[in-house]
């Protein structure tokens, strides 16, 4: 076994994730839909309340 | 003849199309919440046509049938179809449905008996845009929207952000994440377009509803196709 075994002596090859789109758009995604449907639900509950419209 | 009035007949016949296949589904699989996404489909049908109709003519009956399916049951229907689906235990989910079920036949007779003024209703302008000058509402009605608007849009956006956030976090089924994403962001449109409506913040509900009704049936399409069941970034990892 030739191997280099010592990190710093290992040429390593960076690894990216399999699939970016993946890892980082959704949580993103869902947490900007959890933020609109808050503001949603606040809309529909307070906003006749505070007089603001209604439906 | 602006294009924007043919839009509810488009919506109209996705989202018929839509229940259709969620009926069918049902047929072959069972499952209560196919069932209540289909009658919650077929709602949302209903208040797409009355607002479709109402684009070339006008009759009181269709403008009550707009208000109660297109603005009151259609997201506590849908939404009620995602308790079933999340909630399995201690009877929640069907107590819910007996009193959903009771409400709904109130709003119905509510909704039904409200009068209308002596108003002219203009067929050239969109029924969001003129209903409260001509469907005499009173503090009952508006809290009845606002109840089943307020149910139905937090349980199902986020039922499927919930479903979509537990799939992605254990990495498997991408495919269920992603369609109930656009599930999520489907229900979301309608219910912006009608908060935009309701606060005279711009007139967007045509629009909203006919990418909301598209959006959401690309998400059921993915989030119920048959699909592997570990997501890619794991298959690497674990290769």
Redesign the interface.
């Known amino acids: 076994m030739n191997r280099p075994t010592d990190p710093k002596t290992r040429k390593q090859t960076p690894r990216m994730p399999a699939n970016v789109l993946y890892e980082k758009v959704v949580p993103i995604a869902i947490g900007l839909m959890v933020l609109i449907l808050v503001l949603v639900i606040a809309a529909v509950v307070f906003a006749p309340l505070l007089g603001r419209g209604g439906y | 003849m602006q294009i924007i009035r043919f839009l509810p007949f488009v919506s109209t016949l996705i989202v018929f199309v839509f229940a259709a296949r969620v009926l069918i589904r049902y047929r072959q699989r069972g499952g209560m919440h196919s069932l209540l996404w289909g009658i919650g489909f077929i709602m949302y049908g209903l208040g797409t046509f009355a607002e479709a109709y109402l684009a070339f003519d006008y009759t009181a009956f269709m403008l009550h049938t707009w208000y109660l399916f297109g603005?009151i049951l259609t997201p506590a229907w849908l939404g009620q179809g995602t308790i079933f689906l999340l909630v399995r235990r201690n009877n929640i989910a069907r107590i819910s449905l007996i009193i959903l079920t009771l409400v709904t036949l109130v709003a119905a007779v509510k909704i039904f008996s409200l009068p209308t003024t002596a108003k002219p209703f203009d067929v050239s302008v969109p029924v969001s845009a003129q209903y409260k000058d001509v469907l005499v509402?009173d503090s009952l009605s508006?809290a009845l929207?606002?109840l089943f608007?307020?149910y139905g849009?937090?349980a199902l956006?986020?039922g499927a952000?919930y479903s979509?956030?537990i799939f992605?976090r254990k990495r498997i089924m991408?495919q269920r994440?992603?369609g109930n994403?656009l599930i999520?962001?489907g229900a979301?449109s309608p219910?912006?377009g009608?908060?935009l409506v309701?606060?005279?913040l711009g007139d967007y509900l045509f629009i909203s509803e006919l990418l909301g009704a598209i959006i959401m049936f690309i998400g059921f399409r993915l989030a119920t196709a048959q699909q592997p069941v570990t997501?890619?970034?794991m298959?690497?990892?674990s290769t």
Do not use: E, F, I, K
């Open positions: 603005a509402r508006g929207l606002g608007a307020a849009t937090l956006v986020g952000l979509a956030y992605w991408p994440v992603l994403v999520a962001a979301l219910a912006m009608g908060v309701a606060n005279h997501a890619p970034a298959q690497s990892a």
